[in-house]
C-alpha cells in the first residue's frame, strides 16, 4: 500500500470542506488511518482471528465500507473454512480501484488466500447473501443515523447461526468527564502521531458532519432492536472500540 503521508489539513484553509473519500484521501489513507485511530492495526489483524472462529462453511465474509481491503486482506489470510468467499464493498470509486490493485497484489505473496469480490457500491443498497462475518470496521458511523437500524437488521437477517458481525467505531460518552477525557486523550495521540494542532482542528471541522459517532449504550441497544442476540465488547483503545454482535 502507498506509503505517502498524510498532510491534507497541514495549511491552514479559508474554509474547511466537507470530508470525503476521494483521491487525495485515498492517496494518504494507510498513513491517515493508522495516525488517527488508535488500536487500528491491532483490531484490523485481530478480525481475522475472531472471523475464523466464527466462519461457516460455503458461505460468505462481508467487508462493509472496504476502503483499500486491509479488513479483507486480514479475512482471507486467517479463514480456512471451506468454501467461503470475501465480499468487499465501498461506494468510493477511488477506494475501490486502490482496493482493487492491492489484493490482486497480495495474491502472488500468499497461497490459500479466500477468493475475493470487491464491489462498488453502496451498502445500504445491497442484497445480502446468506454470511457468516460481516465487519463493519469504522463505518456505521459515516451512515447517516436514521438508516443505521434499518441497515443492521438487515445484516442481521443474513447472518447464519453461528455468524457474528464486527463493529468497530468511535465512541462518544454519555458522561461529560468521560468524554472530554478521551477525546482529549485521542488528541494527544494524533500529536504524539506527528499532527499539528492546526491538522487536528481542521481534520475535526472536516469530519464533524459526515461522521457521527453514537455512545456503547446507543450501539447496544440498536444491536439488539435489530435482532442480535448478545453484544460483546472485545476491544477498547480510547475512544475507539470494537464490539462483536451475536445472532
Ligand atoms: N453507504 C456506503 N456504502 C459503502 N461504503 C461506504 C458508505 N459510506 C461510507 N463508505 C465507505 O466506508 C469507508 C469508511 S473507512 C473504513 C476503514 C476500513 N474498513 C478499514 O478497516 O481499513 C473509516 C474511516 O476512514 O474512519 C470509506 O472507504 C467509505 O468510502
Ligand atoms: O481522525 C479522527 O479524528 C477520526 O475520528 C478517525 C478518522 C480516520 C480516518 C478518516 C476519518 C476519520
Redesign the pocket.
Known amino acids: 500500500m502507498s506509503k505517502e503521508p498524510d498532510r491534507i489539513f497541514a495549511q491552514p484553509l479559508a474554509q474547511v470542506p466537507d470530508f470525503a473519500?476521494n483521491e487525495d484521501?485515498v492517496r494518504v489513507?494507510?498513513d491517515?488511518?493508522k495516525r488517527?485511530?488508535p488500536g487500528?492495526p491491532t483490531?484490523?489483524e485481530n478480525?481475522g482471528v475472531l472471523a475464523a472462529q466464527f466462519a461457516q462453511p460455503n458461505s460468505v465474509l462481508y467487508?462493509?465500507?472496504?476502503?483499500?481491503?486491509?479488513?479483507t486482506q486480514a479475512l482471507r489470510r486467517h479463514v480456512r473454512t471451506e468454501g467461503c468467499q470475501v465480499i468487499a464493498?465501498?461506494?468510493?470509486s477511488a477506494?475501490v480501484e486502490r482496493c482493487r490493485e492491492y489484493l490482486n497484489a497480495q495474491n502472488s505473496m500468499y497461497q490459500e488466500l479466500l477468493p475475493v469480490k470487491v464491489v462498488e457500491?453502496?451498502?445500504?443498497?445491497?442484497a445480502f447473501k446468506p454470511a457468516s462475518v460481516v465487519?463493519?470496521?469504522?463505518?456505521l458511523?459515516?451512515?447517516a443515523p436514521e438508516q443505521r437500524l434499518a441497515l443492521l437488521s438487515r445484516i442481521r437477517q443474513s447472518l447464519l447461526p453461528g455468524g457474528a458481525l464486527i463493529l468497530?467505531e468511535?465512541l462518544r460518552f454519555s458522561d461529560d468527564e468521560e468524554h472530554t477525557l478521551l477525546t482529549d486523550l485521542h488528541i494527544a495521540f494524533k500529536r504524539a502521531n506527528g499532527y499539528s494542532d492546526l491538522e487536528i482542528a481542521q481534520k475535526r471541522s472536516a469530519?464533524e458532519n459526515v461522521?457521527k459517532p453514537d455512545s456503547l449504550e446507543e450501539h447496544r441497544e440498536r444491536l439488539l432492536a435489530a435482532g442480535f442476540s448478545k453484544v460483546v465488547p472485545w476491544f477498547q483503545c480510547l475512544n475507539f472500540a470494537s464490539l462483536i454482535a451475536l445472532p
Do not use: C, E, H, W
Open positions: 473519500f484521501v489513507f494507510p491517515m488511518i488517527s485511530v487500528y483490531i484490523v478480525l467487508d462493509l465500507g472496504s476502503s483499500l481491503g486491509a479488513v464493498v465501498d461506494n468510493s477506494m457500491g453502496d451498502i445500504l443498497a445491497l465487519a463493519l470496521n469504522f463505518t458511523q459515516f451512515i468497530s468511535k469530519i461522521m
